[in-house]
């Protein structure tokens, strides 16, 4: 299965659908590897199907057993997430 070394994926400061496909792309190779952080302070603008990407691959990584982590979200990313009901999902993977 999987090697269990840690990974960390820089989100960008702008997650539409045109920068979604490499996201998961890299998202996908990082949790076949083993936990995962995701560093989401640079994040500007954020689309709803981003937001759901990430509901995704932390639900993936729960399956393989491995720690999934939102660490410093921005302000940005923190309003969209409220803005569109999300955070009960988010709660338990975010990190200052």
Do not use: C, H
């Amino acid at each position: 299965m999987a090697k269990q070394s840690k990974q960390t994926v820089a989100l960008p400061e702008v997650i539409d659908l045109d920068a979604i496909d490499g996201i998961r792309d890299v998202l996908i190779d990082a949790l076949e590897e083993g936990p995962v952080t995701v560093q989401a302070s640079a994040v500007e603008r954020v689309s709803t199907n981003a937001l759901l990407l990430l509901v995704s691959a932390a639900e993936t990584a729960r399956r393989n057993q491995f720690d999934f982590r939102i660490e410093a979200p921005s302000a940005a990313m923190n309003a969209a997430i409220e803005r569109l009901g999300l955070a009960a999902r988010f709660s338990g993977m975010m990190t200052p």
